[in-house]
Structure formats: structure tokens, C-alpha cells
């Protein structure tokens, strides 16, 4: 079946540094989503990417969709203590119906 | 509603009793999902309802896992013969039409034991 695959599994920081997160499909997504679950909390919706090589941006917040559409990732510029969480790529497959599978989750911490 | 609506928040139950686990979508979402989540871990597919289509079952571990949407709109996600390995937060999230993002609700944690 579809799999989903993020690393790093964990990443320390230093407030100020940079981070990213790498997503890959065993298949070829038609299209991606990116979630951010705070500790404690539920996840939260960011961004979703459709078309092959999209880039897109919010604030210190970067993402991408590969050229082949089986690979995403994550990019946080000057990261905050704010920043702190776990975040979730989701794929949906060309044959199924926005069935999204999650991701195995980046776990980030920011130290201050 | 605001938001997604689960209940109860927590329920702890003995092994080998069923419980049911409630969701309110948002209002107008016809997309609606079930996962689970483990301490620590990342969140597994159970069940995806989309408006009057049958529902995908594919992700439901066993056969004491069941969920039914009753007019479109609330979910409920049964487990009987609860097991040890059954605990875990029960997420529920709706979307508008299954093709933008999902809104989740703050989950159920069962405890079995």
C-alpha cells in the first residue's frame, strides 16, 4: 500500500537557525497537503500543493512539490519558539478518492 | 458548528467493553474522516465518509471497528470488545469536499484498561 515517509524523525534547533522536513511516496501524489500539530494539540492545517514543481510561501514558512510529484518538503527560515511541534505531510493518490496518508511526522523543538 | 466537535474528550473503559465515539462535522463539510493516533506517533487512516458515496473502509484494523454518518452530517466510530491495543486519540476531521484541507477536532483519548 501507499507509504509515506518524512525525516528527519526529530530536530533540535537553535532559535534563529534554519529547518526543513523532506517528505516521500512510495506513489505518485496528486496532490500534498502539510499539517502542524502543537504538543498536546490536534493538527492543523498549513498548505496544500497540487501541481508538480509548485513552490509555495507563507511568512518564514517555505514548501515544494517535486517534479515527479512523490516528494514534498518543508522549510522554516529564522525558526521561533512558536515554530515548536510536529509537522505532517498528507498524500493523496491519483486513484483514490482524497483519501489523505499521513505522513510519519517531523518532530521539532526550538531552543530558546 | 465553529469547528469540528468530538466527544467525549476522554473515556476510560474496561477491556472487553464497546464504546462509541461521537463527531460533529462543521456544517456543509461533506468530507468526513476518522483517525487514529498513538502516543507519540503519526496518525492512521481508519474510515473516510464523502456525501451519499459509500464509505472506505479500508483503514478500520478489525472487525470491532465500525462507523456509521447519519444524514450527511454526525459520525459515530464504535469499538467493540475494546483491547489494551486499542488505545489511542480517536481524531475525526471534515472538509468541505474532501479536496482542500481537513479541519480536525481536539480528539477522543481512550484508555483501555
Known sequence: ?112 | GAGVSQSPSNKVTEKGKDVELRCDPISGHTALYWYRQSLGQGLEFLIYFQGNSAPDKSGLPSDRFSAERTGGSVSTLTIQRTQQEDSAVYLCASSFTGRDGYTFGSGTRLTVV
Open chain 1, 1 to 112: 500500500g501507499q507509504q509515506v515517509m518524512q525525516i528527519p524523525q526529530y530536530q533540535h534547533v537553535q532559535e534563529g537557525e534554519d529547518f526543513t522536513t523532506y517528505c516521500n511516496s512510495s506513489t505518485t501524489l496528486s496532490n500534498i497537503q502539510w499539517y502542524k500539530q502543537r504538543p498536546g494539540g490536534h493538527p492543523v492545517f498549513l498548505i496544500q500543493l497540487v501541481k508538480s514543481g509548485e513552490v509555495k510561501k507563507q511568512k518564514r514558512l517555505t514548501f515544494q512539490f517535486g517534479e515527479a510529484k512523490k516528494n514534498s518538503s518543508l522549510h522554516i527560515t529564522a525558526t521561533q519558539t512558536t515554530d515548536v511541534g510536529t509537522y505532517f505531510c498528507a498524500g493523496s493518490t491519483p486513484e483514490g478518492t482524497y483519501k489523505y496518508i499521513f505522513g510519519t511526522g517531523t518532530r521539532l523543538k526550538v531552543l530558546a
